[in-house]
T-cell receptor, first 112, second 112 residues
Framework: DTGVSQNPRHKITKRGQNVTFRCDPI?????LYWYRQTLGQGPEFLTY????????KSRLLSDRFSAERPKGSFSTLEIQRTEQGDSAMYLC??????????FGPGTRLTVL | GDSVTQMEGPVTLSEEAFLTINCTYT??????LFWYVQYPGEGLQLLLK?????DKGSNKGFEATYRKETTSFHLEKGSVQVSDSAVYFC???????????FGQGTRLTINP
């Protein structure tokens, strides 16, 4: 399968724990995006990378959130000291240009 | 700020009915417009797009026309099938920006 992959698909954690998600984009895509989707809502933009450079971050991305794309390939999104309000689906997308973003299946986070 | 508003769901139709899902937008620049579809248990898929006023995007029998005068991008299909049951998201991207701004989604159910 040559699409965008995300791991894990599901994560259950206790409040206060740290979690890390991984996204593997389509191999030739240089742009990578993270979004968050809560139940009944559309995805909300979190951050964007072009190659290894993080070029834009949403105000939704508090200090507890950090994202990296160290070699311009896969990316990780870490949430420190998780809160119940962090429970959501975290989506990764990649593209060669802004006009066509391809989404992964998402990581569903549940914070107890 | 930039935003997208979709008609309230859920929408329930019988097979072969005509479908319209309304989408209007507010944008500070010149947006490109998109429809994404999320089938049960799957990730978001790009359904169609339009990049400038009066453009018509089409795919899989679905169509949407970029109407600048009414700031709208309504999704239509002449004869829906059970397999079209999904959640549909309207989205925009401002020229020069990288992120997608999504509407809240419209759940469509087609009954045989």
């Amino acid at each position: 399968d040559t699409g965008v992959s995300q791991n894990p698909r599901h994560k259950i954690t206790k409040r206060g724990q740290n979690v890390t998600f991984r996204c593997d984009p389509i191999s030739e895509h240089n742009r990578l995006y993270w979004y968050r989707q809560t139940l009944g809502q559309g995805p909300e933009f979190l951050t964007y990378f072009q190659n290894e450079a993080q070029l834009e971050k949403s105000r939704l991305l508090s200090d507890r959130f950090s994202a990296e794309r160290p070699k311009g390939s896969f990316s990780t999104l870490e949430i420190q000291r998780t809160e119940q309000g962090d429970s959501a689906m975290y989506l990764c997308a990649s593209s060669l240009e802004v006009m066509g973003q391809f989404f992964g299946p998402g990581t569903r986070l549940t914070v107890l | 700020g930039d935003s997208v508003t979709q008609m309230e769901g859920p929408v329930t139709l019988s097979e072969e009915a005509f479908l319209t899902i309304n989408c209007t937008y507010t944008a500070t620049g010149y947006p490109s417009l998109f429809w994404y579809v999320q089938y049960p248990g799957e990730g978001l898929q790009l359904l169609l797009k339009a990049t400038k006023a009066d453009d018509k995007g089409s795919n899989k029998g679905f169509e949407a026309t970029y109407r600048k005068e009414t700031t709208s991008f309504h999704l239509e299909k002449g004869s829906v099938q059970v397999s079209d049951s999904a959640v549909y998201f309207c989205a925009l991207s401002i020229q020069g920006a990288q992120k997608l701004v999504f509407g809240q989604g419209t759940r469509l159910t087609i009954n045989p």
